[in-house]
T-cell receptor
């Protein structure tokens, strides 16, 4: 079946450093790639997304890049802060509704003050 | 109350019990989902109701039974569960508008289920 691989599973960085999380997907028909952040004990929330007709998207300290040929996409967080500590999930979807969304296993990010 | 609300937040049940999880969305969405979240595993789609259509993950055991009486409410009925079913069950909703759909899922805070 279709799947999304996410690496690393755990990432620890010093405050102010950058963090990069990488994902690969198998379904070549995927055209929508959201990233969700889940803080401890909280619900997952969308933080950024990218569509297949765009190679890069940025929102303040967060950016996502997409390489459709290689079928991989990445999340970049710059100038990390302690409040960035959370679990981050990448996902791939055919964009026709959330029920086609396949999630990665998540990356637990620790930002040390 | 806004967003997606789930009750109960915590549930402990024996293997012979029957219980239900409830989800309600106040976002005007027309699709609702149940996801299972286990430690160090991807979010696993269990069921989805979208525009009157039910899409079901074939690997979901029959001891889990969904019910969607309308576009705002979703239930997950639980019967004779196993200890390995212990997990966080997340409800989500989205707005499906065909090709224009964003695909964004709005999650509830989850129901933490423990099966003894």
């Amino acid at each position: 079946g279709e799947n999304v691989e996410q690496h690393p599973s755990t990432l620890s960085v010093q405050e102010g450093d950058s963090a990069v999380i990488k994902c690969t997907y198998s379904d070549s028909a995927s055209n929508y790639f959201p990233w969700y952040k889940q803080e401890l004990g909280k619900r997952p929330q969308l933080i950024i997304d990218i569509r297949s007709n765009v190679g890069e998207k940025k929102d303040q300290r967060i950016a996502v890049t997409l390489n459709k040929t290689a079928k991989h996409f990445s999340l970049h967080i710059t100038e990390t802060q302690p409040e960035d500590s959370a679990v981050y999930f990448c996902a791939a979807s055919r964009g026709t509704g959330g029920f086609k969304t396949i999630f990665g296993a998540g990356t637990r990010l620790f930002v040390k003050a | 109350e806004t967003g997606v609300t789930q009750t109960p937040r915590h549930l402990v049940m024996g293997m012979t019990n029957k219980k239900s999880l409830k989800c309600e969305q106040h976002l005007g969405h027309n699709a609702m989902y149940w996801y299972k979240q286990s430690a160090k595993k991807p979010l696993e789609l269990m069921f989805v109701y979208s525009l009157e259509e039910r899409v079901e993950n074939n690997s979901v055991p029959s001891r889990f039974s969904p019910e969607c009486p309308n576009s705002s409410h979703l239930f997950l009925h639980l019967h004779t569960l196993q200890p390995e079913d212990s997990a966080l069950y997340l409800c989500a909703s989205s707005r499906v508008q065909g090709a224009g759909d964003t695909g964004e899922l709005f999650f509830g805070e989850g129901s933490r289920l423990t099966v003894l």
